[in-house]
Nanobody
Framework: QVQLVESGGGLVQPGGSLTLSCAAS????????MGWYRQAPGKERELVAH??????YYADSVKGRFTISRDNAKNTVYLRMNSLKPEDTAVYYC???????????????WGHGTQVTVSS
């Protein structure tokens, strides 16, 4: 049994900052990549950022404002969000491409999401 648990969401004013955390737990064999997606009401889920051992990726809409990082010892990924805009309001979902000790097969796993609201 593997879980991804997000934390750190909340209400913040435009221009403010927020840091999201996502911890993977359970019988993990290996993690290849972790990332963050978001979904605003009425819109499709979109990739915000992801990180592997050697590279990072950011959506153009957040480039320069968001920073993704990873703590391999804790199986945790972080998303530091600066200069937040109302358009960033969404449910943010953690994603991990990882394998379990039961399957030894890499697949996508998802957290249940954390709400980020940017409003004055």
């Amino acid at each position: 049994q593997v879980q991804l648990v997000e934390s750190g969401g909340g209400l913040v004013q435009p221009g403010g900052s927020l840091t999201l955390s996502c911890a993977a737990s359970g019988s993990i064999f290996g993690i290849n990549a972790m990332g963050w997606y978001r979904q605003a009401p009425g819109k499709e889920r979109e990739l915000v950022a992801h990180i592997t051992s050697g590279s990072t990726y950011y959506a153009d809409s957040v480039k320069g404002r968001f920073t993704i990082s990873r703590d391999n010892a804790k199986n945790t990924v972080y998303l530091r969000m600066n200069s937040l805009k109302p358009e960033d309001t969404a449910v943010y979902y953690c994603n991990a491409f990882m394998s379990t000790t039961m399957t030894l097969h890499y697949a996508d796993y998802w957290g249940h999401g954390t709400q980020v609201t940017v409003s004055s």
